[in-house]
């Protein structure tokens, strides 16, 4: 069992920046690869990054390349996401989840197997 708890969420003006953090407890966390997705009102979970266990590579939806940049402390069992230059449509409730069957991350959200319970992102214009 893993448990998952993201912070950092808020309210921040177009342009600004936050940093969003998700604490794992329960199992071995640098074993698995962690993603970060999000979900708008109205709109299906998408995905946004995500990063090896070890940290040797990550991968970002092309909405938020070069803006976002996702990392991890295995030390202190936390996958963050550095999110700058926030645009209005970076809104939604943003979610962490662990994929435990690989190493690997996965961009499908059907490969992860536990979730946070979100965190919600509003960025105004």
């Known amino acids: 069992q893993v448990q998952l708890v993201e912070s950092g969420g808020g309210l921040v003006q177009a342009g600004g920046s936050l940093r969003l953090s998700c604490a794992a407890s329960?199992?071995?966390?640098?074993?698995?690869?962690m993603g970060w997705f999000r979900q708008a009102p109205g709109k299906e979970r998408e995905f946004v990054a995500h990063?090896?266990?070890?940290?040797?590579?990550?991968y970002y939806a092309d909405s938020v390349k070069g803006r976002f940049t996702i990392s991890r402390d295995n030390a202190k069992n936390t996958v963050y996401l550095q999110m700058n230059s926030l645009k209005p449509e970076d809104t939604a409730v943003y979610y962490c989840?662990?994929?435990?069957?690989?190493?690997?991350?996965?961009?499908?959200?059907?490969?992860?197997?536990?979730w946070g319970q979100g965190t919600q992102v509003t960025v105004s214009s």
């Open positions: 989840a662990t994929r435990t069957a690989r190493r690997t991350g996965s961009s499908r959200f059907q490969d992860y197997d536990y």
């Open positions: 990063i090896s266990a070890a940290s040797v590579s990550t």
């Open positions: 329960g199992r071995t966390f640098s074993s698995y690869a």
